[in-house]
């Protein structure tokens, strides 16, 4: 299963090519929400996955990184860069209140880095905020078709309540890969 953070509050979301209803993407699907500096959330693209050798029905469970690593909304890009450099990862949790607010990647810093000002804007102001996430018991087929007509490479993975307990990023997708080839 899917979901969609809105407002503080996991929604249910099944995307369309996945059965999930007529829109193609998410970002038609929920055009008021695309992210604040002008960029599509979410895009897509017209290819397809087939079904492979691979275990196309294998759950995500054993290839969610457990141990997350987070950063309040408040804090600086520059405290961003030195905990994603310092725990060598792409991605980190963004928390504001305590609570799970969105997503941030070396993608957003590099992006935004270049522009005038970059030094006083805070994690919270560049975090992607519409964010999918999966439930456990999600396949990996399923998992990579996402990320595919997404264009995304982090997924949050949440527990039956409905919180942030794991993620799933292309770098485990290509260790399953790399498991089930070798």
Known sequence: MFYILLKSEWVEYTPPYLG??????LSETLPSLARDNG???FRSQSA???ASSLGNET???AFISKNLHSIDASESLFECYKQMQSHKV???IVKKDNQFFGIISDRDLNLV???PGSKSISVGEITTTVVLAASEDVTIDKVALVFEREEISCLPILNEDNEVFGVLT?????RFIY???V
Request: net charge positive.
């Open 170 to 174: 292309t770098r485990d997708l290509f």
């Open 48 to 50: 397809t996955l087939g």
């Open 90 to 92: 792409h991605h980190l």
């Open 59 to 61: 759950g995500v469970h």
């Open 179 to 181: 498991e089930r080839c």
């Open 39 to 41: 960029q599509k959330a």
């Open 20 to 25: 999930g209803g007529p829109a193609s993407n």
């Open 113 to 115: 880095k270049k522009l």
